[in-house]
């Protein structure tokens, strides 16, 4: 794993997608906090970090894009596949190198509230949360950027597909405001989420006893809850979504809340992710 992460952190930096993933998340960066501290006068610095996260649209699929789309592309997968290391550590060998191109990059900037602490008093713990959250938050959108990379061979597609996944996370929250929440959407709602869970199943074991197990007790969950408590669904939907929302849980690290089930959340969002890496290209593998 270890080889794999030194060749993939060598590789941003001699072709230019590592400089341009730094100079881009820089330049936007040095922008805000010098419109928003330094010409404002203000010590406030949690505001410029809850600002340019939205810079995670654009640079994370730079950063990504290439990871797994371009070895496939070049058939260079192939002796991957065939060396002593395994798919996982491929897979964490990659994740850690774009991983740690995002950590230089964000540490670059703790130059800033160490400017403010000079001329000012800062709120350190609030900062020093505020730099955990956006630490957490770009390696979950890493690990879904690795993934989608998986899935192609083509790195355009690769981060044109990332922005558009991202940009849905994005404006997830915004979205819950127009999704029904009446008992019979969350009913089919809950349906589509077993039919397409099990077809993830039968895609990834092929194998048609566990496929129709799977589908048969997910009908009888979906059944029971309903014909026992059938409110259960109501707003279903929405509780869904929130479940998913990656940016409501950076905005408690922003405003200082420092607790663990968000932390545990983001990691646990990043392992998934890799897993599904990991199955994809094992999948490919044995093709």
Partial sequence: MFAVFKKELQAYFHNVTGFIFMGFFLLITGFFFTTMNLLQSSPEYNGVLGTITFTFLIVVPILTMRLLSEESRQKTDQLLFTSPVGISGIVLGKYL?????FL?????????????????????????????GMFLLGASFIALGLFVSSLTDNQ???????????????????????????????????ALLVAGFTAFVFLTVRNIIVTISTGVIGAAVIVIVYLTNSSGYQGFIVNFLKWFSLLKRYGDFNMGVLSLSPIIYYISFCFA???????????????
Wanted: proline fraction near 2%; hydrophobic fraction near 65%; aromatic fraction near 14%.
């Fill in 156 to 190: 355009v597609i690769a981060a044109v597909v990332t922005f558009a996944v991202l940009l849905f996370v994005w404006i997830l929250d915004w979205i819950q405001q127009a999704i029904p929440s009446d008992a019979l959407s969350g009913l089919v709602f809950a």
């Fill in 97 to 101: 190198a774009a991983l740690c191109v």
């Fill in 104 to 132: 230089m990059t964000l540490m670059v900037t703790f130059v800033y509230p160490v400017l403010i602490s000079f001329v000012g008093r800062i709120a350190t713990a609030q900062v020093a949360s505020g730099y955990v």
């Fill in 273 to 287: 992710f890799i897993f599904l890496t990991i199955r994809v290209i094992e999948k490919r593998r044995w093709k």
